[in-house]
């Protein structure tokens, strides 16, 4: 009696033991406190408005923090040397930007002077770029 008592109690001390190893975090000093990126995610969206840049013919999409003061030409610089697309012989001005609302025409200068910044979400700021050579 005293041996199938004691395997029991074995038994539920192992299970009790692996829930516990099971819901505990896996290294010493892993709590819920963020990290430090998280930390400058938030400190970058409160210094300005996410945007998305996105090229609709090779499918490319990055997202940048902007200000009022960010320009398109800016932005289309980095967007050019992140996808790679920053060779010599593709020009600056055989790109154009577009708000992704209105197509109809290019938008140069200061992004704020096109489009109230705003958060990003569903209604967030997109611009489409496309090479058009002339």
């Not at 299970?15 to 819920?32: E, H, K, N, Q």
Request: hydrophobic share 40%.
């Amino acid at each position: 009696m005293a041996r199938s008592s004691f395997g029991a109690l074995a038994l539920a001390a192992a299970s009790a033991w692996l829930l516990a190893a099971t819901l505990s975090p896996a290294f010493a000093g892993t709590g819920a406190q963020p990290s430090s990126a998280a930390r400058g995610d938030r400190v970058a969206r409160q210094a300005g408005s996410e945007i998305m840049l996105t090229a609709p013919s090779i499918g490319g999409r990055y997202r940048v923090v902007i200000d009022e003061s960010t320009t398109v030409e800016s932005c289309l610089t980095k967007f050019r040397k992140i996808f790679e697309i920053d060779q010599d012989f593709l020009l600056d001005k055989d790109f154009n930007v577009y708000l992704k609302e209105d197509e109809d025409k290019p938008i140069s200068g200061k992004i704020s002077d096109h489009t109230k910044l705003r958060p990003w979400g569903p209604d967030g700021i997109e611009l489409h770029i496309y090479y058009e050579p002339k």
